[in-house]
């Protein structure tokens, strides 16, 4: 397998999941910006120059959802997801998916008008909403973290997922978290396995 990656993206997702599976795969690295990833070549494997993608042979996929369910389909063998019919599968889905369909949104205003945006084009209304925005998603998933470790039962690719979304709000945007100290302790957690270590590291 071969994994089109940058730091501080999604792609660290991608290589969290592998390494956590223990599976081999080489890098195709990129700088986040990088001309390199609106070449024409690049823009055949991904149509918006993005990453990841992750190709298997002959298949190529992206969307970092996409590629965890792909590679836990094929390669899982039942890691890293509950028993499909049980309570806890269900709740797995649903915080699989909650990243990308509610905390993302906001998180991705804030990288563009914090990171991206030079300060001159910046616009605040726009960080104050996005800011608030998250702050309401992100508490959704502190209220449900009470009592618990993980957010299905034992680690699962959800805690992949929400869980980058997680340390991403907290320690690259900055996001307050005194009012979250079930997110806060989960973060570290996360943050404490070396899987993410080396994902982040690549």
């Known amino acids: 397998m071969k994994l089109y990656y940058a730091q501080n993206t999604r792609a660290v997702r991608v290589a969290w999941l592998l390494e956590e599976l223990g599976l081999e795969y080489e890098i195709e690295k990129f700088e986040l910006g990088s001309p390199g990833m609106r070449a024409p070549e690049y823009l055949k494997i991904h149509p918006?120059?993005?990453?990841?993608?992750l190709e298997d042979g002959d298949i190529r996929i992206f969307e970092s959802g996409a590629i965890v369910q792909y590679i836990l389909a094929l390669y899982g063998?039942?890691?890293?997801?509950?028993?499909?019919?049980?309570?806890e599968f269900a709740t797995y889905l649903q915080w699989l998916?909650?990243?990308e369909g509610m905390i993302m949104p906001p998180v991705n205003t804030l990288v563009v008008e914090t990171v991206l945006l030079p300060p001159e084009r910046r616009t605040e209304?726009?960080?104050k909403r996005a800011t608030k925005l998250l702050n309401q998603m992100l508490m959704?998933?502190?209220?449900?973290?009470?009592?618990?470790?993980?957010?299905?039962?034992?680690?699962?690719a959800a805690d992949i997922m929400t869980g980058h979304?997680?340390?991403?709000?907290?320690d690259m945007l900055k996001i307050d978290f005194s009012d979250k100290p079930n997110l806060d302790?989960?973060?570290?957690?996360?943050?404490?396995r070396p899987a993410l270590q080396k994902a982040r590291s690549l």
């Open 165 to 170: 979304s997680v340390t991403v709000s907290r």
């Open 97 to 99: 998916h909650f990243c």
């Open 48 to 53: 918006m120059g993005r990453v990841p993608v």
């Open 77 to 87: 063998n039942g890691r890293l997801q509950p028993a499909v019919g049980t309570q």
């Open 125 to 127: 209304l726009n960080v």
């Open 140 to 156: 959704a998933v502190e209220h449900h973290m009470e009592g618990r470790s993980f957010l299905a039962g034992d680690f699962t």
């Open 185 to 192: 302790a989960y973060a570290d957690r996360l943050l404490a």
